[in-house]
């Protein structure tokens, strides 16, 4: 039976309004001006308004861009406009990351359809496509010069000071001149964020970046915080895992940083870091669509009062922060390094233990499959 003939129950094709108000997307029709004049169901839960409150309200009043140039883009109603991940923040509300596509009404001058896809909201934990984050973590590309400059600096001095101390506060010059280092490094790694290619993993021990994120804590605090209670609990016998030392290293440092301001206020604080194996827990690669186990994890858990939770679904996404001075980026890189290693990380909150923990697993070190075959000897 062709699509084209209707068939013997429906005679009649369905009217315009009714196949948009089946649509999954937001669907906005814009009068000039960029004003709201129709929105279907979807738009209307997308805005978290109803079109009777909405009418006649410009877009950017309800809608903020963070890239003025699109918004001055729109403006222009007699061009198609298409843009991927764009950054929005809904007028008191978090910011989201939409698809959208705009486009001319033909023979109504002025008028524009425009279309909203909501990533943030579709987006699982588990979906390791990596281009939510390229759009966001772009400020270190174009800041990277001005950091730089005041790293080599800092490394330079730190080099100076070195020849002049003792030799056992030598360790410390040392420490700073690692830092600067892995930070340059890490600014490094940020500016290709934007890029699909990942840095190459090797074999790393999991307790050196342990151990080197507790110094930097330590070194940046004066010495371990007396008032935290900082617990280690380190299984001796895992091997090495497949990752980056430096993401390691800047990942735990991120994860330990947030648990120890998170239970600061707390009568007893308590900050516990762990390593185990986790056995059982694997993915699917997107390239090659081979399973890869992740059975190595490691665990902060501190005794705060946790993520807001109405938050909590929305940690990992940019710009969602509950500091007051926070810009919301740390644990939105902290996942992009960890997915760069095929690792993944995980949230949960034990409310009848109060315990916060963040989750990390990562996959082994694998063994080298085209080994150096034994040469012959010579004749």
């Not at 501190?302 to 909590?312: F, I, K, L, Y």
């Amino acid at each position: 039976m062709s699509l084209a003939q209707p068939t013997a129950q429906s005679t009649t094709l369905p009217a315009a309004s009714r196949l948009l108000a089946s649509l999954p997307q937001a669907v906005v029709l814009l009068e000039p001006g960029l004003r709201i004049a129709s929105l279907n169901p979807a738009a209307e839960q997308f805005f978290g308004q109803s079109l009777r409150l909405l009418r006649g309200t410009p877009l950017q009043d309800i809608l903020t861009f963070s890239d003025q140039l699109l918004l001055e883009r729109l403006d222009d109603y007699e061009t198609p406009v298409s843009a991927r991940e764009v950054v929005v923040t809904l007028k008191g509300r978090i910011a989201r990351r939409i698809d959208i596509n705009i486009a001319p009404v033909a023979d109504t001058p002025g008028w524009q359809v425009l279309t909203i896809h909501d990533n943030t909201a579709t987006e699982a934990l588990g979906d390791d496509s990596g281009g939510p984050d390229n759009a966001v973590l772009r400020g270190p590309e174009i800041m990277a010069h001005e950091i730089k400059n005041p790293l080599a600096g800092i490394r330079g001095a730190a080099q100076l000071l070195a020849r002049k101390v003792e030799e056992k506060d030598r360790a410390l010059t040392d420490l700073i001149t690692l830092e600067v280092d892995r930070i340059a490094n890490l600014i490094d790694r940020m500016q290709k964020l934007s890029r699909r290619t990942t840095p190459p993993v090797e074999p790393c021990n999991l307790h050196e970046a342990a151990r080197r994120a507790l110094d930097v804590l330590s070194a940046a605090n004066g010495g371990a915080p007396e008032r935290v209670g900082l617990v280690e609990e380190f299984d001796p016998s895992l091997p090495p895992v497949l990752g980056s030392p430096d993401a390691l290293v800047q990942v735990i440092i991120n994860l330990l940083a947030n648990a120890l301001e998170a239970c600061a206020h707390e009568e007893k604080p308590r900050v516990t870091i762990r390593t185990r194996f986790a056995s059982g827990l694997q993915l699917h690669t997107s390239d090659s669509g081979e399973p890869v186990r992740l059975p190595v994890e490691l665990r902060v858990t501190d005794n705060g009062p946790g993520v807001d939770p109405a938050m909590r679904d929305h940690i990992f996404e940019p710009f969602v922060t509950t500091k007051k001075s926070g810009q919301g980026l740390g644990l939105p890189l902290v996942r992009k390094l960890v997915r760069d290693m095929n690792g993944r990380i995980t949230h949960e909150r034990d409310e009848e233990g109060g315990f916060t923990h963040f989750r990390v697993h990562l996959p082994l070190a694998r063994e080298t499959r085209s080994r150096p075959t034994r040469r012959r000897p010579a004749a």
